[in-house]
């Protein structure tokens, strides 16, 4: 399998594509083809590593990392992403808890297997050599999970960039516990200035050669294939006890996990409708409803992981689908106000007893409004993207109550913290590096 580049430039292999991040002429890489694939070429849809290792096998093909793609499934992806069921009547709703990993929210999933691949790549000597600068610029999750998943790590140094005073406590001591070789910077702006100013230093060729910098964004096709999978096991799951399909509403900020999941249709699995819950950032809501791209900057909300103005992966999407009337057909797209996040929170803690983060509740409102026809034609998948402890600030003052981290998460909260504030040019970004 070849990638291109969705600005058109030459093919590269796999190997490029991870290690490179984004192409040279600035797009982002997509697989030449999409491979086709039938729910009986899953014989064991609860095996996630398994599920992982069939669907992306054709992916890999011809490359030095398809001998290794089973064990790099087996060991990146080492935890549980249950379907909980919450509701069968008026129709059937789940929620896919992706927050099990070590970091606690879904970009485990791809950081993980992204740090493995790139491991195997840099000691098979095939494409890159050590030592590799991972550069990612963070809204909260991504840098937390990246450094968890290349910390301390042969062949690879880290450098995590976040927006100062714009991630909660306990993700900012997620992106600051690490050291050894993991470098954190709090940039003084939002989430769009540290994702320009680590696209700017990409695109400065002698600084990007000197430092081997690669990307660990979701721009990186790296993370997105795996994330493909749990929609594929998910789905999978749900179509051989029931024989339907399933349907998923995905808290959306720079479009990576929607992508995946409507490339998980597109291969073939049992993904019924695709809908994306936005917080108050609503560039992809109304570009679905007039048909005009306009980025602009974001605005901070209560669900900051998906606070982005300017989602990067339209670029794929709209390389898949083409027009908006061919994207309208694929994907619908709800915005959600942090007055409402709020009463979420609270109701669906009344109505099941589970605190939710507040990006997951925008996708749980997004169910709530749904027409009940609709609740009951389709079965409902809502995506859980990070445990509520992450945001306890948020949440504990609404329900009053405590929510306990998760074990990993108590760990990383115990280390201690530190990290260096910049301003949000390439200039202080470079000197650091
Ligand atoms: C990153 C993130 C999102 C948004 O995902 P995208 O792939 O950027 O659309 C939503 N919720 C949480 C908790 C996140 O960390």
Same mark, same amino acid.
């Given at each position: 399998? +070849? ?79 249950? #379907? ?13 808890? /992706? ?19 790139? &491991? ?21 999750? !991504? ?12 062949? !690879? ?20 516990? =690490?050291?050894?070789?993991? @470098? ?25 050669? %000197? ?25 999978l799951g749900h179509w051989r006890t029931t024989g339907r399909p399933l349907s998923f509403i995905v808290p959306t900020g720079n479009l990576g996990n929607a992508f995946a999941c409507v490339w998980a249709r597109r291969l073939g699995m049992p993904v019924g409708r695709i809908v994306l819950a936005t917080n108050a950032n609503t560039t992809v809501p109304d570009y679905l409803a007039t048909g005009q791209w306009l980025p602009r900057p974001s605005i901070p909300? #209560? ?11 339209? &670029?794929? /999407? ?5 027009? @908006? ?28 007893? /589970?605190? =939710? ?7 749980? %409102? ?13 079965? =409902? ?20 109550? +405590? ?9 990383? #909260? ?20």
């Open positions: 399998m +070849r990638y291109l580049s969705t600005r058109g430039g030459p093919a590269v292999s796999i190997e490029k594509a991870i290690m490179g991040g984004t192409a040279r002429d600035g797009g982002l890489y997509v697989p030449e083809a999409l491979p086709a694939f039938n729910a009986s070429d899953f014989p064991d849809p609860d095996d996630f590593p398994d599920v992982a290792t069939r669907l992306l096998e054709p992916f890999f093909a011809g490359s030095s990392l398809a001998a290794h793609l089973r064990a790099v499934c087996r060991s990146a992806l080492n935890f549980p992403v249950p #379907l909980r069921q919450l509701e069968t009547a008026p129709g059937f709703l789940a929620v896919l808890e /992706l927050f099990h990993g070590p970091t606690a929210a879904f970009k485990d999933v791809g950081a993980r297997f992204l740090a493995h691949c790139m &491991e195997q790549i840099i000691r098979d000597g095939v494409f890159a050599t050590a030592p590799v600068t991972v550069l990612v610029a963070t809204s909260g999750d !991504t840098g937390g999970a990246v450094a968890a998943a290349y910390h301390r790590r042969p062949g !690879t140094r880290v450098v995590v960039l976040f927006p100062e005073g714009r991630v909660s406590p306990r993700q900012q001591h997620q992106l600051t516990c =690490w050291g050894d070789n993991v @470098v954190s910077l709090a940039v003084r702006g939002e989430f769009d200035d540290c994702q320009r100013v680590v696209k700017e230093a990409f695109a400065d060729s002698a600084l990007s050669a %000197r430092h081997r910098l690669c990307s660990a964004n979701s721009i990186n096709v790296g993370r997105l294939l795996p994330q493909a999978a749990y929609y594929a096991r998910a789905s909300t #209560l669900a900051s992981a998906m606070d982005v103005g300017n989602p990067s992966n339209m &670029e794929r /999407l709209r390389s898949l689908c083409g027009d @908006v009337e061919t994207l309208r057909q694929e994907v619908t797209a709800v915005p959600v106000s942090d007055a409402e996040i709020r009463s979420t929170i609270i109701d669906e803690y009344h109505r099941h007893g /589970l605190p =939710w983060c507040p990006h997951t509740a925008t996708g749980l %409102r997004v169910y709530r409004e749904l027409p009940e026809a609709e609740c009951v034609l389709d079965d =409902w998948a809502v995506v859980a993207t990070a445990h509520a402890a992450k945001f306890d600030t948020i949440v504990e003052p609404l329900l009053d109550i +405590r929510v306990d981290p998760p074990a990993e998460l108590t760990a990383l #909260l115990q280390r201690p913290a530190q990290f260096e504030t910049i301003p949000a040019d390439l200039g202080a970004l470079a000197a650091r590096l």
